[in-house]
């Protein structure tokens, strides 16, 4: 069941080869998917993440100009993108032995693609709970926020006009209430106020 609150995905996809790009392009979740670059080499990748944030980097090894271990150790560390990196099945055991505990997911070549959609798949929950985490934690810091601001007010309240906790607390309630303004605006207007 797909929620409607999930977001429209960046995607990178950094291959050499077409045939992989084609194949990645088709397993991406229609209408999830907001842009989709794809990047030949580590460096014009690293590049195209210098311009803007991608939210899943799906990486074909070998690249053109590194084997793409690094890269995508380097992308784990530097950026919250989920990532998926295939290698060739010769070496895979021990890149994922060595990739496993910081953060990229290693299939193996040939892919079987049944596995590379559940890795996908796995890559947009993910991104979609990390998404939903920083909205609420964004939220949370602005109530914080506002209860900083509004005691501001009210101890300024209490200082200068000599109110009570409790005065200075309903003045700063029924300013907003005969303004229409949020409690918050209300405390700025009033911390402005008292500073002149």
Partial sequence: MAREDRRRLAILLVSGSEQFNIVAKNMLPSGQVSVIEIKKSASTARRAMLEREYDIILVN?????????????????????????????????????????????????????????????????????????????????????EIRIINKAKWRLIDIRKMSEDEAHRYIGKYAMDNGLTKRKAATIILEDLEE
């Fill in 61 to 145: 090894a070998p690249l053109s100009d590194e084997l793409g271990v690094n890269f995508a150790l380097d992308m784990a560390e530097h950026h919250t993108a989920g990532i998926m990196l295939a290698v060739p099945s010769e070496i895979s055991n021990d890149v994922s032995d060595h990739l496993i505990d910081l953060g990229p997911i290693v299939i193996s070549k040939p892919i079987n693609k049944n596995d590379m959609k559940k890795v996908i798949r796995h890559l947009f929950a993910v991104q979609n709970q990390f998404y939903q985490m920083k909205r609420e934690l964004a939220a949370k810091e602005e109530k914080i926020d």
